[in-house]
């Protein structure tokens, strides 16, 4: 063998979205291939795209998420290929934590100021809770009790309000994969919890010594403990006391707590790339031209500072939604 191209098909849809609203999902079947994914030089890396374009798979177009630009796989996927559309749709620095063989050593790696934010919300955790600890969840056992406890806190969140992230037992689908997962010996979730309630989650998968951290979120009303910082640190903390990572990989997407808790990046793209015919051309072009135009806007945003003032106003709008939501069903059940 003198190279692969591991890739998934997907039944997906191409959401065309002007800013935040969706005004339409197009379905669209795609092989999603992540990563670097390649092993040979710039020529096989080109046949294997001559090779997917004509195979008799039915597909609409190929999704590159989270390649590193300087792979072979994202220089072969800018190449023309006579039956390929390729559009870019992004570039982003990709965070990872490169972990020590001891905490003390990684924290002193960090800003000073990151250091006392760490420390500081760890004290008024403390001060604001009385006692306070962090739990992991491995076993398949744990599964539904873990999503249980995450569930009081992610429905108090924007990603469950404004971005329909359902982290909640109802979801059955989140709970089988979850099982699966950890099953597989892959789930890694760690939760904060203070006086009995939750406080802050984050869900990953450990696989091959890699840590991914995947999903996030920790209570509104305590945001000034942050304790999504104190929550990470005691992950870093803990993967490095037992050995079982040596790398942290944020996934996907930049963040301030990525940059602050990052000792390494890369600059990684995301590409679609579709087939030369009417529906999927058709498909990715619209989704393209919505997304250029969002952006258009997003700056524009930007340079008057309203981009900001907006975010706030719809994160605050949603927590009120949740405040109120709590307060309401209160008042019923008395």
């Known amino acids: 063998m003198v190279s692969y191209l591991p890739f998934r ?6 959401p065309l979205r002007l800013g ?8 669209f079947r795609v092989f999603q291939l992540c990563g670097c994914g390649i092993v040979g030089d710039h020529s096989e890396a080109s046949r294997l795209f001559t090779a997917l374009a004509e195979t008799a798979l039915h597909y609409d177009g190929l999704s590159l998420e989270e390649t590193p630009i300087d792979s072979m796989l994202w220089k072969a996927s800018r190449m023309k290929h006579k039956n390929l559309l390729v559009f870019e749709r992004s570039r982003a620095p990709h965070y990872v934590v490169d972990l020590p063989s001891n905490y003390a050593s990684y924290f002193q790696q960090l800003s000073g100021k990151t250091r006392t934010n760490i420390r500081r919300g760890m004290k008024e955790l403390g001060d604001r809770l009385g006692h306070w600890a962090v739990r992991k969840f491995t076993a398949p056992g744990q599964v539904r009790e873990m999503i249980g406890l995450i569930e009081t806190v992610a429905t108090k969140t924007f990603h469950y309000r404004l971005l329909g992230q359902d982290l909640t037992a109802s979801n059955q689908q989140l709970i089988d994969n979850l099982t699966l ?3 597989k010996g892959w789930l890694r979730g760690y939760l904060l919890v203070g006086n009995d309630r939750a406080i802050a989650y984050a869900i990953g998968y450990l696989i091959n010594g890699c840590y991914q951290y995947e999903l996030v979120g920790y209570h509104p009303e305590l945001a000034h403990a942050s304790p999504g910082m104190v929550l990470l640190a005691k992950i870093i903390e803990d993967l490095i006391g037992s050995r079982a990572a040596d790398l ?14 990052g000792n390494r990046y890369y600059e990684e793209g995301a590409a679609l790339i579709c087939r030369r015919a009417p529906y999927a051309a058709g498909a990715a072009i619209a989704e393209r031209l919505l997304a250029e135009a969002s952006k258009l806007g997003a700056r524009a945003l930007a340079r008057t500072g309203l981009k900001i003032r907006l975010k706030k106003l719809l994160r605050s709008n949603a927590e009120q939604a949740v405040s ?7 008042v019923k059940g008395k």
């Open 9 to 14: 098909l997907r039944l997906s849809s191409l």
């Open 20 to 27: 935040e609203v969706t005004l339409a999902r197009l379905p």
């Open 181 to 183: 997962c950890a099953q």
């Open 248 to 261: 942290l990989d944020f996934g996907a997407g930049d963040a301030l707590y990525k940059q602050l808790f």
């Open 324 to 330: 109120w939501s709590s307060h309401r069903d209160g």
